[in-house]
C-alpha cells in the first residue's frame, strides 16, 4: 500500500530480546522497509546489546519508547515514567549511538501526570538532544501514569498539538515528528506545515486504505493504481507461505479486518473472518470464503 511509509515494530522489550525468542521479534519481510525496531528498556548496556541486535538484522532505525504509559512497563522503568529521568534516557541513547550505525531515535509523550509545561518537555528533550539524537517523535498528549489505562492515555488527555509545534520552532534543528489523533491524509498535510513527519498510529491500523495516498500526496510519486481485492491476493501468497512455516491463521487476519473499512460487504468480510480464523484448521481458504462477501457485492 506504500513504498514509502516507515514502519515501526511494536515495542519490544529488552528482555524479550536478550533471554527470549529473538527471531520471533525480530524477523520481518523485506517488503516491510524502511522499518524500525522499537524497544523499550532503561538499562544502557542492554539497550546497546539491541541496537547491535537490530542493525545486525538489517533495521533501519532503532527507536526508544518513553511513551508508554502501561503499570506493567512503568514497574520495569520501561516507557513514559522515563520521561522523569531525561539523563537516565541521555545515557541509554548514547549507549546505543555508540553501539551501532543506524540512526537511534526517541518517541515520547509531552509530559507525565504533573510535568505538563513546556518547559518539562524541553528539559526532557535538550539533555537527549545533547547526545547527538536528532529525530523526536511526539505523542501530543501527556500521559496519566496513575488512574488511567493505556487506552484511556491514547483518549482522554486533550491532544495539544501547539506544544508540539513550539518544540520544533525552539528547535530547528531537530527532526520532529507529531503523533497523535491523526485520522487523514490532510490532517498530516496541515501537520507538515509546522513539523518534519507525523506518525499515524491506530487509524492505520483501523483503517490501513489510508497507507494507500502517501505515496503520492506526501512523497508527490505517481499515484499507483490499487484496489483493495488485488492487495488481498498477494496478502493470500504471503498467509500461505506463513501457515507453512507454523503460523496460526488469525495471528494474520485479526490486522485484516480494517482493509474493507466503509466498504459495501465490509461488516460480512469481518464476521467470517472473526468467527472462524481461531479454530485450528483455519486456512487460506476461510480468507478467501470472508472476500466472497465482498466480490458479491460488487
Given at each position: 500500500m506504500s513504498k514509502r511509509a516507515f514502519l515501526y515494530t511494536e515495542m519490544v522489550t529488552c528482555g524479550a530480546l536478550i533471554h527470549g525468542d529473538r527471531e520471533r521479534f525480530l524477523n520481518y519481510n523485506t517488503e516491510e522497509h524502511p522499518l524500525a525496531l522499537q524497544v523499550g528498556g532503561s538499562n544502557p548496556q542492554e539497550l546497546a546489546?539491541?541496537?547491535?541486535?537490530?542493525?545486525?538484522?538489517?533495521?533501519?532505525?532503532?527507536?526508544?519508547n518513553c511513551g508508554c504509559p502501561s503499570d506493567r512497563v512503568q514497574n520495569g522503568m520501561i516507557g513514559a515514567c522515563l520521561m522523569s529521568h531525561p539523563q537516565l534516557v541521555a545515557d541509554c541513547i548514547k549507549s546505543m549511538q555508540d553501539a551501532t550505525s543506524i540512526p537511534v531515535t526517541v518517541k515520547h509523550r509531552i509530559g507525565i501526570d504533573d510535568m505538563d509545561d513546556y518547559q518539562g518537555l524541553s528539559d526532557f528533550v535538550e539533555p537527549i538532544a545533547a547526545t547527538g539524537c536528532l529525530t523526536f517523535i511526539v505523542h501530543a498528549r501527556k500521559a496519566w501514569l496513575k488512574g488511567l489505562s493505556p487506552k484511556e492515555n491514547r483518549e482522554v488527555p486533550p491532544l495539544n498539538y501547539e506544544r508540539v509545534h513550539l518544540l520544533k520552532r525552539e528547535h530547528p534543528e531537530l527532526?520532529?515528528?507529531?503523533?497523535?489523533?491523526?485520522?487523514?491524509i490532510d490532517e498530516c498535510i496541515e501537520q507538515l506545515n509546522y513539523v518534519d513527519g507525523v506518525m499515524v498510529g491506530?487509524?492505520?491500523?483501523?483503517?490501513?486504505?489510508?497507507?494507500t495516498e502517501v505515496d503520492s500526496a506526501i512523497y508527490g510519486e505517481?499515484?499507483?493504481?490499487?484496489d483493495r481485492l488485488t492487495i488481498m491476493a498477494n496478502m493470500l501468497r504471503y498467509i500461505e507461505q506463513q501457515l507453512s512455516d507454523g503460523m496460526r491463521l488469525h495471528h494474520i487476519t485479526r490486522h485484516l479486518l480494517g482493509l474493507f473499512y466503509g466498504q459495501p460487504g465490509g461488516k460480512q468480510f469481518r464476521r467470517v473472518i472473526s468467527e472462524g480464523a481461531h479454530k485450528a484448521n483455519a486456512g487460506v481458504e476461510l480468507v478467501d470464503l470472508a472476500l466472497d462477501q465482498i466480490r458479491s457485492r460488487m
Amino acid at each position: 500500500m506504500s513504498k514509502r511509509a516507515f514502519l515501526y515494530t511494536e515495542m519490544v522489550t529488552c528482555g524479550a530480546l536478550i533471554h527470549g525468542d529473538r527471531e520471533r521479534f525480530l524477523n520481518y519481510n523485506t517488503e516491510e522497509h524502511p522499518l524500525a525496531l522499537q524497544v523499550g528498556g532503561s538499562n544502557p548496556q542492554e539497550l546497546a546489546a539491541c541496537a547491535k541486535m537490530a542493525e545486525s538484522w538489517g533495521y533501519d532505525e532503532i527507536n526508544l519508547n518513553c511513551g508508554c504509559p502501561s503499570d506493567r512497563v512503568q514497574n520495569g522503568m520501561i516507557g513514559a515514567c522515563l520521561m522523569s529521568h531525561p539523563q537516565l534516557v541521555a545515557d541509554c541513547i548514547k549507549s546505543m549511538q555508540d553501539a551501532t550505525s543506524i540512526p537511534v531515535t526517541v518517541k515520547h509523550r509531552i509530559g507525565i501526570d504533573d510535568m505538563d509545561d513546556y518547559q518539562g518537555l524541553s528539559d526532557f528533550v535538550e539533555p537527549i538532544a545533547a547526545t547527538g539524537c536528532l529525530t523526536f517523535i511526539v505523542h501530543a498528549r501527556k500521559a496519566w501514569l496513575k488512574g488511567l489505562s493505556p487506552k484511556e492515555n491514547r483518549e482522554v488527555p486533550p491532544l495539544n498539538y501547539e506544544r508540539v509545534h513550539l518544540l520544533k520552532r525552539e528547535h530547528p534543528e531537530l527532526e520532529i515528528i507529531l503523533n497523535g489523533g491523526l485520522s487523514t491524509i490532510d490532517e498530516c498535510i496541515e501537520q507538515l506545515n509546522y513539523v518534519d513527519g507525523v506518525m499515524v498510529g491506530r487509524e492505520a491500523y483501523h483503517n490501513p486504505w489510508l497507507l494507500t495516498e502517501v505515496d503520492s500526496a506526501i512523497y508527490g510519486e505517481a499515484p499507483r493504481l490499487q484496489d483493495r481485492l488485488t492487495i488481498m491476493a498477494n496478502m493470500l501468497r504471503y498467509i500461505e507461505q506463513q501457515l507453512s512455516d507454523g503460523m496460526r491463521l488469525h495471528h494474520i487476519t485479526r490486522h485484516l479486518l480494517g482493509l474493507f473499512y466503509g466498504q459495501p460487504g465490509g461488516k460480512q468480510f469481518r464476521r467470517v473472518i472473526s468467527e472462524g480464523a481461531h479454530k485450528a484448521n483455519a486456512g487460506v481458504e476461510l480468507v478467501d470464503l470472508a472476500l466472497d462477501q465482498i466480490r458479491s457485492r460488487m
